[in-house]
């Protein structure tokens, strides 16, 4: 995610925007170069920037019985990244950069979730718990100093559409800050669940998620299961169905047709989040792989991380990486803020704007910070069973 703050009257008030556009900004070389130690290598290893076959370990069996809206995801080793030469409009028009050098990962088996955790399903667990989230708690005026008492107000960003064509450099043009806006109220005060149960909850900053994990004995999953579910045992392909964005000229991802961001033709059949599993699964049953809401892992944003998982392995394998730690979090585009790991895009993804939901490619998002286009999804491990 990315780095201005909203900021009405003048004054700096609650979130970072860019947070929510979720790596909508692309990483060009210059910036990841401006701080010290952090760097994409010259001499990429040997093996990358290729894809090898995806390789299951033989001996990674689903137990059984499965637990309930879950899939298998079995054990294994494959080319993780992307190398797409495409360049992303709304960062510079640099390439995708941090999601090289295409490097081998091996992670083990786990259970994930088949779909998004949904409306339905989150309201559960505050029904068990009672709990609140980052979006319904009023901030508090020690971490936003200087900002007047009317500022301080329970809510999070929304994407309100343009109504005619707008510059794509400044994203304040269709993102709001919305007083009121939560995981029950998806668009502001005014709106409800009604009619929402089977769409993925959003408004959902990580620590809420961690919560919902931890309450329902899983956990959220790193950013190499996460793209290993993903590809669904397939090799280099750009999408998690394969080479193609539509396929006989129907949409496999609920993301945005039309001229962004005022004009959505919903060719895909929606306009706004779609109920999950609206689209076909992939080959590990998974649905929403691709669109609909970005998905928080359990990873610390580095761009240049790839290359110091590849390093740190001496150019072999690189085994369940879990990423860097807090302290080596960086955004070039935000410095100074720990950033998590998204994946996926959402339906607010584009190639007019945003192409990050191709399956290697990465997002990023300040852990404070939800909006109505990001969710997540859980996974769990055998032993947790």
């Given at each position: 995610?990315?780095?201005?703050?909203?900021?009405?009257?003048?004054v700096?008030?609650?979130?970072?925007?860019?947070?929510?556009?979720?790596?909508?900004?692309?990483?060009?070389?210059?910036a990841?170069?401006?701080?010290?130690?952090?760097?994409?290598?010259?001499?990429a290893?040997?093996g990358?920037?290729?894809?090898?076959?995806?390789?299951?370990?033989?001996?990674?069996?689903?137990?059984?019985?499965?637990?309930?809206?879950?899939?298998?995801i079995?054990?294994?080793?494959?080319?993780?990244?992307?190398?797409?030469?495409?360049?992303?409009?709304?960062?510079?028009?640099?390439?995708?950069?941090?999601?090289?050098?295409?490097h081998?990962?091996?992670?083990?088996?786990?259970?994930?979730?088949?779909?998004?955790?949904?409306?339905?399903?989150?309201?559960?667990?505050?029904?068990?718990t009672?709990?609140?989230?980052?979006a319904?708690?009023?901030?508090r005026?020690?971490?936003?100093?200087?900002?007047?008492?009317e500022?301080?107000?329970?809510?999070?960003?929304?994407?309100?559409?343009?109504?005619?064509?707008?510059?794509?450099?400044?994203?304040?043009r269709?993102w709001?800050?919305?007083?009121?806006?939560?995981?029950?109220?998806?668009?502001?005060?005014?709106?409800n669940?009604?009619?929402?149960?089977?769409?993925?909850?959003?408004?959902?900053?990580?620590?809420?998620a961690?919560?919902?994990?931890a309450?329902?004995?899983?956990?959220?999953?790193?950013?190499?299961?996460?793209?290993?579910?993903?590809?669904?045992g397939l090799?280099?392909?750009?999408?998690?169905?394969?080479?193609?964005?539509?396929?006989?000229?129907?949409?496999?991802?609920?993301?945005?047709?039309?001229?962004?961001?005022?004009?959505?033709?919903?060719?895909?059949?929606?306009?706004?989040?779609?109920?999950?599993?609206?689209?076909?699964a992939?080959?590990?049953?998974?649905?929403?792989?691709?669109?609909?809401?970005?998905e928080?892992?359990?990873?610390?944003?580095?761009?240049?991380?790839?290359?110091?998982?590849?390093k740190?392995?001496?150019?072999?394998v690189?085994r369940?990486?879990?990423?860097?730690?807090?302290?080596?979090?960086?955004?070039?585009?935000?410095?100074?803020?720990?950033?998590?790991?998204q994946?996926?895009?959402?339906?607010?993804?584009?190639d007019?704007?945003?192409?990050?939901y191709?399956?290697g490619?990465?997002?990023?998002?300040?852990?404070?910070?939800?909006?109505?286009?990001?969710?997540?999804?859980?996974?769990?491990?055998?032993a947790?069973?």
């Amino acid at each position: 995610m990315n780095p201005f703050t909203i900021r009405p009257a003048g004054v700096v008030v609650l979130f970072a925007v860019i947070g929510i556009l979720s790596a909508t900004f692309a990483v060009s070389p210059p910036a990841m170069l401006s701080r010290p130690g952090l760097s994409v290598p010259s001499a990429a290893p040997e093996g990358a920037d290729r894809y090898l076959p995806t390789v299951i370990d033989s001996a990674s069996v689903a137990p059984t019985p499965a637990p309930e809206g879950m899939a298998w995801i079995p054990g294994g080793e494959f080319s993780m990244g992307s190398s797409d030469p495409r360049r992303e409009l709304c960062g510079g028009n640099e390439p995708m950069e941090d999601a090289r050098p295409i490097h081998r990962v091996s992670v083990g088996g786990f259970w994930m979730d088949r779909t998004e955790v949904t409306n339905a399903e989150f309201a559960r667990f505050v029904a068990a718990t009672g709990y609140v989230t980052f979006a319904e708690k009023v901030p508090r005026p020690e971490d936003y100093p200087g900002a007047p008492p009317e500022m301080l107000v329970a809510g999070s960003i929304v994407f309100v559409q343009p109504r005619e064509p707008v510059p794509l450099g400044n994203a304040l043009r269709w993102w709001r800050y919305v007083p009121g806006a939560n995981w029950r109220h998806p668009t502001g005060p005014a709106s409800n669940l009604t009619g929402r149960d089977r769409e993925p909850v959003v408004h959902i900053a990580y620590a809420d998620a961690e919560a919902y994990a931890a309450w329902a004995g899983k956990r959220l999953p790193t950013e190499a299961e996460w793209e290993f579910a993903a590809r669904g045992g397939l090799t280099g392909q750009r999408y998690t169905w394969g080479a193609d964005l539509t396929v006989e000229g129907k949409w496999l991802a609920n993301i945005w047709q039309g001229a962004f961001p005022h004009q959505n033709d919903a060719g895909d059949g929606y306009t706004g989040i779609a109920p999950v599993a609206s689209f076909p699964a992939n080959a590990y049953g998974l649905f929403d792989m691709s669109g609909n809401v970005w998905e928080w892992c359990s990873d610390w944003y580095r761009p240049d991380a790839y290359a110091l998982a590849v390093k740190a392995a001496g150019g072999g394998v690189v085994r369940d990486p879990r990423g860097v730690a807090q302290s080596e979090s960086y955004d070039p585009a935000e410095p100074g803020m720990a950033k998590r790991v998204q994946r996926s895009g959402s339906f607010l993804c584009t190639d007019q704007y945003c192409t990050r939901y191709m399956v290697g490619t990465r997002g990023k998002g300040a852990p404070d910070t939800g909006s109505n286009h990001a969710g997540f999804r859980c996974v769990q491990d055998v032993a947790k069973r």
